[in-house]
Each structure stands twice: as structure tokens, then as C-alpha cells.
């Protein structure tokens, strides 16, 4: 059950994007759904273990996450992306990868002082002592997408709400 596409999770380090990606993987299971979730910091440590964070470096790390992910969409998963994909154009280039229709775009927005304050890893207070070069929101800039598919406020909406909002979005798409 369920149609193949491509879910894209994009928002600042500490937004949510892997734990809300983790209960929709759950939910669709549930369904009956053939998934699977490519969580950007994973993938980050095996296949894309050679990039950097450079701007040239950001940018194969998600030209090579939505090749994988169009092939995974190809053999007909719902294949979930959650990735910080801080630049537009990037996102736009995984789109245009697949058909229409089948890429979903879900902003995960979370104000840099929530993202921050929910820094488990300790990855902002690095950056702002200056021990992690180029990091998203501090040294180097988000765009946040103009026109998501779907927009998960993080400050009003629980991880479960969000996963059930993209999960709703999918149904009226007829994914699900």
C-alpha cells in the first residue's frame, strides 16, 4: 500500500526533522506502507563521509540523498529524506529528480533560539565558540523554503502532531 515518493524533511539542526520522520515511518508501517527513512546525520557518516560543510560540499551531500532517495522511490518506497538542506536551490534540484507529484516538501520550523535551546548534541554552543566552521543558522545561512508542502511549527505543534500533519497531507495526495 501507498504510492512511491519522496518526503523531504528540511529545517535547522534540532528542529525535529528526524524524530517527527521517525514517528511517520512508524505510522506508515502501520498502514501497510513499504518506507524508509534516510536520516541526513546517518548518511552523513558512511556514503557522504567525504564531504565537508562547505557550500560545494552541502551541496553534493544532497544531490547524492536525492539520488539514493529516487532510486529507493523508483523500487516503490515511500522514502522519507530528513536533511537540513539549508539552501533552496538544492531542495529544487531533489524535486525536480522526481515526477510530478511524487516529492513532498515538509519544512520542520523551529526559530533558531528553540533549535538552539534544544541543542542535545552540543553542536551550537561548538559553532559559537567557533569549533565547527560553516554551521547552518550560525555562520552559514537556512533558506527556508517559500512554499512548502507542508509547515510543521515546532513551537505550537507536538513531534506527533507534525507527523500526523504530513501523514494528512499524504492521504489527500493520495500517497496514502
Not at 2 to 12: A, D, E, S
Request: net charge neutral; proline share 5%; hydrophobic share 45%.
Amino acid at each position: 500500500m501507498g504510492k512511491p515518493c519522496v518526503v523531504w524533511f528540511t529545517g535547522l539542526s534540532g528542529a525535529g526533522k528526524s524524530t517527527i520522520a521517525g514517528l511517520l515511518t512508524r505510522r506508515l508501517c502501520t498502514l501497510g506502507c513499504r518506507t524508509y527513512l534516510l536520516d541526513g546525520d546517518e548518511v552523513r557518516r558512511g556514503l557522504n563521509k567525504d564531504l565537508g560543510f562547505a557550500a560545494a560540499d552541502r551541496a553534493e551531500n544532497i544531490r547524492r540523498l536525492a539520488e539514493v532517495a529516487r532510486l529507493m522511490a523508483d523500487a516503490g518506497l515511500i522514502v522519507l529524506v530528513a536533511a537540513i538542506s539549508p539552501f533552496r536551490a538544492d531542495r529544487r534540484a531533489a524535486r525536480e529528480l522526481m515526477p510530478a507529484g511524487e516529492f513532498f516538501e515538509v519544512f520542520v520550523d523551529a526559530p533558531l533560539a528553540v533549535a538552539e535551546a534544544r541543542d542535545v548534541k552540543g553542536l551550537y554552543k561548538k559553532a559559537r565558540r567557533g569549533e565547527l566552521p560553516n554551521f547552518t543558522g550560525i555562520d552559514s545561512p537556512y533558506e527556508a523554503p517559500e512554499m512548502p508542502d507542508v509547515r510543521i511549527d515546532t513551537v505550537t505543534l507536538s513531534a506527533d502532531q507534525g507527523a500526523q500533519l504530513v501523514l494528512d497531507h499524504l492521504q489527500t495526495a493520495g500517497v496514502v
